[in-house]
């Protein structure tokens, strides 16, 4: 079955930087695009980035382009989230999830939490 | 960037209630629409694609409709399972794939 298991959150200062990834089973990972989406306490979901399938595309929301990069090693069944320039707003929990055949995300993480705080 | 209006932002109904809450699109985004569900403390769950397709597993009191700009989600028959929160979310193009700001259906 498709399972998507993020890892990598914790509490950072304002203005360091941190890594998630998304480790991927069940499917044929190099075959689908991959998204990051997050949900700061008690608000809505963010969509924050996605990467195409073979990685030859990638599109950020405004909020974090210049900061984050997304990436992905299709060898290691694997979506990666480069935080840099972290800030206190960036305090969310981040999910990954593939983007299926027709657009939606058919499949989510079960999330990891992000805190930026001095 | 497209922006996803959805409403109301809280819904109060009961067991039974037929429920129907509303999202609008900035600009035209065709069919190109999802509705995911979410409960507190869990991941989103998707519901609805393209405008009115039903997701596998998703029961059949759930639905869809709309195009362009102005989409509906419809609950059937409100069951106790279905207290959560609803969110629109658009796929269209390279725009950055906006959610609605979310609807969150209380029990009355």
């Known amino acids: 079955q498709v399972q998507l298991v993020e890892s990598g959150g914790g509490v950072v200062q304002p203005g360091r930087s941190l890594r998630l990834s998304c480790a991927a089973s069940?499917?044929?990972?190099?075959?689908?695009?991959m998204h990051w989406v997050r949900q700061a306490p008690g608000k809505g979901l963010e969509w924050v980035a996605v990467i195409w399938y073979d990685g030859s595309n990638k599109y950020y929301a405004d909020s974090v382009k210049g900061r984050f990069t997304i990436s992905r090693d299709n060898g290691k069944n694997t979506v990666y989230l480069q935080m840099n320039s972290l800030r206190a707003e960036d305090t969310a929990m981040y999910y990954c999830?593939?983007?299926?055949?027709?657009?939606?995300?058919?499949?989510w993480g079960q999330g990891t939490p992000v805190t930026v705080s001095s | 960037d497209i922006q996803m209006t959805q409403s109301p932002s809280t819904l109060s109904a009961s067991v039974g209630d037929r429920v129907t809450i509303t999202c609008r699109a900035s600009q035209s985004i065709s069919r190109r629409l999802a509705w995911y569900q979410q409960k507190p403390g869990k991941a989103p769950k998707l519901l609805i694609y393209?405008?009115?397709s039903l997701e596998s597993g998703v029961p059949s009191r759930f639905s869809g409709s709309g195009s362009g700009t102005e989409f509906t989600l419809t609950i059937s028959s409100l069951q106790p399972d279905d207290f959560a929160t609803y969110y629109c979310q658009h796929y269209y193009g390279y725009s950055p794939w906006t959610f609605g700001q979310g609807t969150k259906v209380e029990i009355k």
């Open positions: 999830a593939r983007e299926n055949s027709v657009g939606p995300l058919d499949y």
């Open positions: 393209k405008a009115s």
């Open positions: 069940g499917f044929t990972f190099n075959t689908y695009g």
